[in-house]
């Protein structure tokens, strides 16, 4: 079965840092782009980043330019997103998928709280 | 960044009718090589987003043929023809020309 599995999530304070993990099984991992979306309390879905599959390209939404890293661990098959100098705002679900546009399929999210 | 804009942002349909998704883009998503990189997503309530449209009309595997999307250039529609109580939930557009990929707001649909 094809399987994404985040981890990683919870309270931090702001400017604090957190990292994320998404576990893949079932599918051959170094072979796809890979993608983080996130999504706050109650409102719609928005990209963060992706990785190719040798992780030499990355690709960043603007607002988190400069604090969030995506990175792969082909050896691994996992993904990464470590994130720094965290703002309230990026309070959301946190959901890596594979695929650079035919997101398929989703992690089941883990919740990143930043509050004070 | 490409904005995508969806209508209507709430749905309320009688089971057995049909419903209409309005997707429109703020530029065009055509590419050079022919292919128009618009996608359909579907989130059920309290679960993970789904693909249910590729490429403009294309079903994901699994996909009911209830399910069909049409468009071109910068305006594209996700219709249902008879929806089913299985079907609630927020319906996205995204489009996958350029990065960063940007959704629409979302569109709720409620089965009455």
């Known amino acids: 079965e094809v399987q994404l599995v985040e981890s990683g999530g919870g309270l931090v304070q702001p400017g604090g840092s957190l990292r994320l993990s998404c576990a893949a099984s079932?599918?051959?991992?170094?072979?796809?782009?890979m993608t983080w979306v996130r999504q706050a309390p109650g409102k719609g879905l928005e990209w963060v980043a992706n990785?190719?599959?040798?992780?030499?390209?990355?690709f960043y939404v603007d607002s988190v330019k400069g604090r969030f890293t995506i990175s792969r661990d082909n050896a691994k098959d996992s993904l990464y997103l470590q994130m720094n100098s965290l703002r309230p705002e990026d309070t959301a679900v946190y959901y890596c998928?594979?695929?650079?546009?035919?997101?398929?399929?989703w992690g089941q999210g883990t919740l990143v709280t930043v509050s004070s | 960044d490409i904005v995508m804009t969806q209508t209507p942002l709430s749905l309320s349909v009688t089971p057995g009718q049909p419903a209409s998704i309005s997707c429109k883009s703020s530029?065009?998503?055509?590419?050079?090589?022919?292919?128009?990189?618009v996608y359909w997503y579907l989130q059920k309530p309290g679960q993970s987003p789904q693909l249910l449209i590729y490429e403009v009309s294309s079903r994901f595997s699994g996909v009911p043929d209830r399910f069909s999307g049409s468009g071109s250039g910068t305006d594209f529609t996700l219709k249902i023809s008879r929806v089913e109580a299985e079907d609630v939930g927020v319906y996205y557009c995204?489009?996958?020309?350029?990065?960063?990929?940007?959704f629409g707001q979302g569109t709720k649909v409620e089965v009455k």
């Open positions: 990785i190719k599959q040798e992780g030499s390209e990355k």
């Open positions: 998928a594979r695929g650079a546009t035919m997101f398929d399929p």
């Open positions: 995204m489009q996958g020309i350029n990065l960063p990929r940007t």
């Open positions: 079932g599918f051959t991992f170094s072979s796809y782009v």
């Open positions: 530029q065009s998503l055509l590419h050079s090589d022919g292919k128009t990189y």
